[in-house]
């Protein structure tokens, strides 16, 4: 049976190429949804007024008209649909005017005749939905739903997967819009029938993946009944010319040159230099003092001695194995010098220099794309500030030094970027395992860092800054091998839609670059933070709060005002309050004044000494039905900062050396010592901020996004 309905589909698409065209007319579109099984109305093509007169006589009601011409792609914006159309007389004016308005639409269009198709039902209980799919530059085949008909650019509510997708997921596409509640039946209406919408998801799906010289498919609308899903037009579309393929390496093949790049023994310094301010001297520098224990060897033709170190007049030279070569010379020199590096058997070369695809050298960028594949040799860069491996003491850069050592590994495509991560770890003394420059990637890119960081035993969080992915689907599979193991957190810029402008259809109208990274990011488990500051405050974060058990979370609070801001974080961090049951509520009761209010938030008001503090916070952390304590205080000199932060500390230990761990983090609000004491507590693991609700509250909704994502917790994403 699949193999029949790909024949006729193959047959359909050649014919559609002879003729030269890229879009397929309408009956075409019911030949392929046929093949699919997916539903359409029944429908006709008229070729002249009396046909259309007899078709619309055999439906028996009222009929939809369309016009038919491979020339004439947007039917509505020609004039030529007419719905409702019944009785004889009224058929023949419609058919008239729907050719009348295609002719002047477009003089020169074919006109092959006029659909006639059985007009779908309407009423309360009839949702119009849209079911696509679209090439997307990034990830390839992604499919698409949302709310149709001629709110689709309107509302835009619509959300995206890869494809294909299986049923399960279908049907999850269903809940992720914001109106999913009217599909399930709102002020009286009956819910439609949701496995039938996500049937028709389904079939797209497989469609386009069969298919993929189809670029974009578009069901619009779908009308969703009680009784089933129907496709009232359906549109598609043929891409250019087949997808640019991207050289693909195994997960064994990437690990393995990951390894010697990461954890090298023997590292080459090509442009090496005496001369201070040149970037090879740095480099040296940085990899010297930096205490790298591996061997140096810098090349250089025009000096015998560099930094105290034997330099050698090529890389070809350098006695032993090179694990990677860092590249310090202008780039109209790369390309030979790579040749040599490939002549050697390095499988790393680590390209700083500027001067390639970024200022318009794309031709520079490919001839060294082409040395290093036929070598073996893989790129890192060009225009990068190089990168630190810090568990090696391994410095390959000419920026700043950084050698605190710790769980985060961070990546930047961006040069200016990278130094804002690194003025970040330094000040936030956040232990970081590497820092990463990509630049250009015109090799190794996030998906082959993810591949890594996923198994690096050093690595307890993966943060990254992008603009772009050259692989969308690689960075998907590393994600998805990575994510139950460890967060990852994603910075995308470039929150964009230019490429809808020269879409064919709804659907590609629709997958904006940001709608499809945000869906499909989310959907490989990955928490995409909203900005920089975000994406380093989670990766610093996110090692230290313990993984939540569950999905109680309980505010404590000495301001009523903090606990009314932080309510409003948790739910804007799509977190839940835990409803107080009676017995905890009494608990809560017993430790504050008359005054103060239990509940959730538990607010003990501001003058209480901090035996309350203590108390209430101890009860929060013994009760096994909460999950998770959000802490707010401000300052009172009845409990100071300080003495606020040593006994939260405290507590929190002692129930760790216990067993039980939960996430606290707090908010602390007051003069300038609340600085201190955020800094005492996140050291002692809690995640603690000065002056600001809301950025506890998302860090710890992070948190609780990966352990959903990980499978750690119950409940959706």
């Not at 039902?121 to 709310?147: C, H, N, R, Y």
């Not at 309107?154 to 299986?166: E, I, M, S």
């Not at 591996?294 to 694990?323: C, M, Q, W």
């Not at 064919?504 to 488990?525: K, N, W």
Request: charge should be negative.
């Amino acid at each position: 049976m699949a193999e029949d309905r790909e024949l006729t589909v193959r047959a359909l698409l050649e014919s559609v190429r002879a003729e030269g065209r890229s879009a397929l007319t309408a009956p075409e579109g019911k030949v392929i949804a046929d093949a699919y099984g997916i539903c359409v109305p029944g429908e006709e093509l008229a070729t002249d007024v009396d046909e259309a007169v007899a078709c619309a006589a055999r439906f028996g009601g009222p009929v939809v008209m369309k016009i038919v011409s491979p020339d004439i792609l947007h039917k509505t914006d020609a004039g030529g649909v007419i719905v409702g159309v019944e009785g004889a007389a009224d058929v023949r004016a419609a058919f008239c005017r729907i050719v009348k308005n295609a002719r002047a639409y477009n003089p020169q269009a074919r006109i092959e005749g006029v659909q006639v198709q059985e007009l779908l039902p309407t009423g309360p209980s009839s949702q119009e939905v849209i079911v696509g799919a679209v090439t997307d530059p990034t990830f390839g085949k992604v499919v698409a739903f949302g709310l149709g008909g001629v709110l689709v650019e309107v509302l835009k509510d619509v959300t995206f997967r890869l494809a294909p997708v299986g049923a399960d997921e279908a049907v999850s596409m269903l809940d992720s819009i914001r109106a999913a509640e009217v599909l399930r039946g709102v002020r009286g209406a009956q819910p439609v029938d949701r496995w039938a919408i996500a049937e028709q998801i389904r079939r797209v799906s497989q469609l386009v993946t069969d298919f993929p010289e189809i670029a974009e498919v578009d069901l619009n609308p779908v009308i969703a009944t009680p009784e089933g899903a129907v496709a009232a037009d359906i549109r598609v579309i043929l891409a250019d010319g087949p997808p640019k393929q991207r050289r693909t390496y195994s997960r064994e093949e990437i690990l393995k040159s990951m390894r010697r790049l990461m954890q090298p023994r023997s590292v080459a310094v090509i442009g090496a230099s005496n001369e201070q301010g040149k970037i090879g001297n740095s480099v040296m520098r940085n990899l010297i003092d930096g205490g790298f224990s591996g061997e140096i060897h810098p090349v250089n033709p025009k000096a015998d001695d560099i930094l105290g170190r034997k330099a050698y007049k090529s890389v070809t030279d350098v006695p032993g194995e090179v694990d990677v070569a860092v590249f310090a010379i202008p780039a109209k020199f790369v390309a030979s010098a790579l040749e040599e590096v490939g002549r050697k058997g390095i499988p790393n070369a680590v390209l700083i220099p500027s001067g390639f695809a970024e200022t318009g050298e794309q031709a520079l960028q490919d001839e060294i794309v082409a040395i290093g594949e036929r070598h073996g040799v893989r790129l890192l860069g060009p225009n990068i500030y190089g990168y630190y491996s810090t568990w090696q003491d391994l410095c390959a850069t000419f920026c700043t030094p950084y050698d605190v050592k710790g769980g985060v590994a961070l990546t930047s495509q961006s040069g200016g970027i990278g130094m804002a991560i690194l003025g970040f770890a330094r000040t936030t003394k956040t232990g970081v395992s590497a820092i990463v420059g990509l630049g250009n990637k015109s090799d190794l890119d996030e998906d082959d860092l993810l591949t890594w960081f996923g198994e690096d035993p050093n690595t307890k969080c993966i943060a990254m800054h992008l603009e772009d992915l050259k692989d969308g689907r690689a960075f998907v599979e590393a994600a998805r091998a990575t994510v139950p193991k460890k967060p990852v957190v994603v910075l995308k810029a470039g929150r964009t839609a230019a490429g809808a402008k020269a879409a064919g259809s709804h659907t590609g109208a629709l997958a904006g670059d940001d709608a499809v990274y945000d869906d499909i990011l989310r959907q490989a488990g990955v928490i995409r933070a909203p900005g920089l500051n975000e994406m380093l405050e989670y990766a610093r974060a996110l090692p230290v709060l313990p993984t939540p058990r569950g999905d109680n979370v309980v505010i404590i609070t000495g301001a009523g005002g903090s606990g009314v801001l932080l309510s409003d974080a948790v739910t804007d961090n799509g977190l839940k309050l835990m409803e107080i049951p009676d017995d905890l509520d009494a608990a809560f009761k017993a430790f504050i004044p008359p005054f103060g209010a239990a509940g959730n938030p538990v607010d003990i008001t501001g003058g209480e000494p901090p035996s309350t503090y203590e108390a209430t916070i101890r009860l929060g952390m013994e009760d096994p039905r909460i999950h998770a304590l959000v802490l707010g205080y401000w300052h009172t000199i009845v409990t100071p900062p300080m003495v606020f932060a040593e006994l939260t500390a405290k507590v929190v230990a002692e129930f760790r050396e216990r067993g039980v761990e939960k996430p606290v983090v707090a908010s602390l609000a007051g003069d300038v010592e609340v600085e201190e004491a955020c800094q005492y507590l996140y050291e002692r693991g809690v995640v603690a901020y000065p002056y600001t609700t809301e950025k506890p509250v998302a860090v710890l909704g992070a948190k609780y996004r990966w352990a959903r994502a990980a499978g750690l917790l119950g409940g959706g994403s």
